[in-house]
């Protein structure tokens, strides 16, 4: 049997992020995950992120996953946000971006922007409905075809999100689009999680990516 690939979050102290909740989920289903965040006692918004050691970090790591709203938080966060996925790209684990709303909604262009600007780096991008709603009217796009057109302008490998009444996940992928009923899961999230446990063992093309999408 094999062993399940190990995952990295970058998260906040109190682990109220889409990352860390990720994470503690990948735990419970015998992933081996890590959370990276300030040290007890430092600031969150100022911590020294330069003391990181993200090569040691990532050196048996398949996932580094960050959460979108973790850039509005600070200089620190948004630099060790930056640079986790620069050291990912470098070391060969993959990245993972969770987009959802943040607060102020006013902040949500911005923090797009910055996810764009990202999107080279980026193997699986994650969208919350929430997140969905606003991107689709900021970007003047079609929502029933959303997450496919988000694929193809930005040639991210995997794109996918859950349907409005939480149902069912879509992932669009350059081989193809599909829904999957997720309803037996908790939320979208504990998906996330099985699908990314799954994801580098389930085997190549579409029906790998299908296989892992499918987990029970």
């Given at each position: 049997m094999k062993s399940p690939p190990r995952l990295i979050s970058l998260g906040e102290p109190n682990e109220s992020d889409l990352a860390s909740t990720l994470a503690s989920i990948a735990i419970a289903m015998d992933v081996p995950s890590t959370i990276v965040t300030s040290s007890p006692g430092e600031s969150f918004e100022s911590f020294d992120h330069g003391v990181i050691?993200?090569?040691e970090l990532m050196e048996t790591a398949h996932w580094m996953v960050?959460?979108?709203s973790l850039v509005n938080l600070g200089q620190s966060p948004a630099m060790a946000w930056s640079a986790s996925m620069t050291?990912?790209?470098?070391?060969g684990c993959r990245n993972?971006?969770?987009?959802?709303?943040?607060?102020?909604?006013?902040?949500m262009p911005k923090t797009w922007g910055l996810v764009i600007g990202k999107m080279r780096q980026i193997h699986v991008l994650f969208f919350t409905n929430e997140a969905i709603e606003f991107v689709t009217a900021l970007e003047r796009m079609d929502k029933e075809n959303f997450?496919?057109?988000v694929r193809e302008k930005t040639m991210v490998p995997i794109v996918c999100g859950i349907t409005e009444e939480g149902r069912a996940a879509s992932v669009s992928h350059a081989m193809g689009g599909f829904d999957v009923d997720?309803?037996?899961h908790r939320d979208g999230l504990v998906w996330l999680a099985g699908f990314l446990k799954?994801?580098?063992y389930s085997g190549t093309g579409i029906g790998g990516i299908r296989e892992a999408a499918?987990?029970?």
């Open positions: 050691d993200w090569k960050n959460d979108s050291f990912a790209e470098l070391e993972v971006m969770l987009v959802d709303m943040v607060d102020p909604p006013e902040l997450l496919s057109e997720i309803r037996s799954s994801l580098p499918s987990w029970q």
